[in-house]
């Protein structure tokens, strides 16, 4: 059953859970989530990037989750990852996705702002949702050298959801993406969310959420893959960042680990083998593996009406 991110994002507000957001770049990924919340009884947020949208096609991808929401009861979204512009918003809201998210976060606030409110007036018109972002994810490493303050300010929040009638609100809390997030100890900065939280009533988004997990890692490790020094967001991080308010947690890194440590491991052990079915089939199955994990982290097993 195809729905908006509204729906599902106000009722897991409202019950102190998240939904998982997940990437999605071809069939086996897609399959590997929607598999596992039909099992779990979860809703879901697949999202699609402008550069997933580049590789797959929006078609292909539009076809594949409708295809999807057929076959399963499960409440799913179709949701634009990252939209950097008006026209790729607009191309979405009018392709069949159910929300879209508009990044100005790499504009200064006032042109985040009008690039915001514009996306959410022709969202309204189609019942599509949308979510922003304010603050920047910045590696540990850079945030050090950057004077400005990353990090969503309280303050600014208030006054750009009231500003742009936003449906959905990702902040910068010290989260970033890929599987390098920390050098040294892992540092979120909850103090700032709990603010945010008590002055901000719309669902938050938490992108950048990925944990790097030791079991992904070693067997991608252990097939060749080169992964010295990653390191996520600990599974007690984010279980405190939901108790402070997160309803939406992105997840793509760890899929994209489980996929390549299984394809790995297929190669490595089966030399034989060149049916792509027989080296996608086990990366689907350690996909939804991660899926399954994130899903009960989260608390949205069994949430699913
Ligand atoms: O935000 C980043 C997501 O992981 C999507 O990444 O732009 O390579 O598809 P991508
Ligand atoms: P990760 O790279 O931590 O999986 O974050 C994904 C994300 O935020 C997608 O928008
Ligand atoms: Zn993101």
Redesign the pocket.
Known sequence: MLVTNKEVLSVASAGGYAVG?F?INNMEILQAIVETATEEKSPIIV?A?PSAIKYAGLEYLTAMVKAAAKTSSIPMTLHL??GKDIETATMCINGGFTSVMIDGSHLDFEENIAMTKHVVELARSKGVSVEAELGKLVSQESTAQDAEDPYTDPDAAVEFVDRTGVDALAVAIG?S??AY?FKGDVKLDFERLKVIRSKVDIPLVL????GVPSWIVEKATKYGAELSGAK?IPDEHITQAISLGIAKI?????LRLAFTGSVREVLATSPKVFDPRKILGPAKENMKKVVQEKMRLFGSSGKAP
């Open positions: 957001a990437n999202s990037s990852d990252h989260t993406h890929g997030k992108h950048g959420a990925s996520g992105n997840i793509d890194t760890d």
